[in-house]
Nanobody, 128 residues
Framework: QVQLVEPGGGLVQAGGSLRLSCAASGRTFKMFNMAWFRQAPGKEREFVAVISWSWNGGITYYADSVKGRFTIYRDNAKNTVYLQINRLKPEDTAVYYC???????????????????WGQGTQVTVSS
């Protein structure tokens, strides 16, 4: 399994920007689809964005609620996946988790249960 560590997060004013990062251990990082999920207080964890495995970049897919504001990208040389968040809204407040697909070279997926490795989560709080 891939081990994931997420530094960062923080308190940001509405309209601001933030970049989350997720560092993965192991040489197999580039073989896995990588995703970000989030969980707001009192709500279930929800899909945010996914980027496919790829030797160069990857195919991306976003939840409708973040499309146009969030960008997921990966740097396979650094074993890191990023989530750039722009035009933050108070409703973006949540704990953000990165996740690695269970299956190497698998089809792109947004299902919670398809991801077998999870980061510890990082808090993002957006003030109005």
């Amino acid at each position: 399994q891939v081990q994931l560590v997420e530094p960062g997060g923080g308190l940001v004013q509405a309209g601001g920007s933030l970049r989350l990062s997720c560092a993965a251990s192991g040489r197999t990082f580039k073989m896995f689809n990588m995703a970000w999920f989030r969980q707001a207080p009192g709500k279930e964890r929800e899909f945010v964005a996914v980027i496919s495995w790829s030797w160069n970049g990857g195919i991306t897919y976003y939840a409708d609620s973040v499309k146009g504001r969030f960008t997921i990208y990966r740097d396979n040389a650094k074993n890191t996946v990023y989530l750039q968040i722009n035009r933050l809204k108070p409703e973006d407040t949540a704990v953000y988790y990165c996740a690695a697909d269970q299956t190497p070279y698998g089809p792109i997926t947004v299902g919670n249960s398809d991801f077998g490795s999870w980061g510890q989560g990082t808090q993002v709080t957006v003030s109005s």
